[in-house]
């Protein structure tokens, strides 16, 4: 069940029946690179093995946004690299992909498999889903992969996604309802509304368009893997999109 937001002036706008980026029949009729088989297909295994096997993620919050060539993309809670590098590819040489994790362990693993896979446009920081250190309106996409279940200040989680995005960006979300059989890895001190076990989808819509951002679409429906009752949104900030500038020197333009 795709839930379609109120037609706006936004351009490129994904989610929709148009843009079928959520995955399911359209997306293979259109010839789109989305990722929705069994969560990641053949492709993530090559960009780097040893990432999607260190996954902690629930879905593929990139096959969520269309990723342009160009763009900048910035994955919450990076863990092992896979989105940070699956959404690498996506942008191009002249778009780069972020990853944010605070544990040293994991950007190690992640550069290292950046480093296997040949990726350049790839940067790993160290630092929190609550305060990122990249600068007001760095990227174009902001990717969740069931991330924002685990924070204890869903406030700066939120506000940090919305200064991160340039006028008009995306915030792809994935996400799973609460599960009794998640209860015991209950995180301390996250409020009860989700608690690291999942976060019901319309808390997701209501916090997010709280802290200004538009709903553009809520599938209800994602494809499952090990987990059920998966479903991706996509929201947007408010402003007019502009298209990444093309290199006048070969060089990124960003």
């Known amino acids: 069940q ?19 980026c959520c995955g399911g029949p359209a997306v293979s009729a259109l010839g789109k690179d989305a990722i929705t088989r069994d969560l990641y297909d053949h492709g993530a295994g ?29 994955d919450l809670g990076s863990g092992g690299g896979l989105d940070v590098l699956l959404s690498a590819r996506r942008v191009g040489p002249h778009g780069t992909a972020y990853g944010v994790d605070m544990t040293p362990e994991m950007l190690a693993l992640a550069r290292r498999n950046q480093a296997e896979a040949g990726i350049p446009n790839a940067t790993f920081l160290q630092g929190t889903i609550e305060a990122v250190p990249l600068p007001d309106a760095s990227v174009d996409v902001v990717i969740s992969n069931c991330v924002i279940n685990l924070s204890t200040d869903k406030d700066a989680v ?17 996400d799973f309802p609460p599960s009794f ?5 209950r995180v ?12 019901r989808p319309e808390i997701v819509e209501s916090e997010v368009t709280a802290a200004g951002f538009e709903l553009v679409s809520l599938d209800l429906d994602w494809p499952t893997g090990w987990l059920t009752d ?24 960003r």
């Open 181 to 185: 059989w998640l209860a015991p890895w």
């Open 46 to 74: 090559e960009v780097s093995a040893a990432a999607l096997e260190a996954s902690l993620g629930c879905g593929n919050p990139t096959a969520l946004a269309e990723l342009t060539p160009g763009e900048d993309v910035l």
């Open 230 to 253: 998966l479903y991706c949104a996509v929201f947007r900030k408010p402003g007019a999109t502009s298209p990444p500038a093309e290199p006048e020197t070969g060089l990124p333009s």
């Open 158 to 174: 939120l506000g940090e996604a919305f200064r991160l995005l340039r006028p008009g960006g995306r915030f792809a979300v994935v």
């Open 2 to 20: 795709v839930i379609e937001a109120p037609e706006t002036s936004a351009a490129g706008s994904c989610c929709g029946p148009a843009s079928s």
């Open 188 to 199: 301390e001190g996250v409020p009860a509304n989700r608690g690291g076990h999942g976060i």
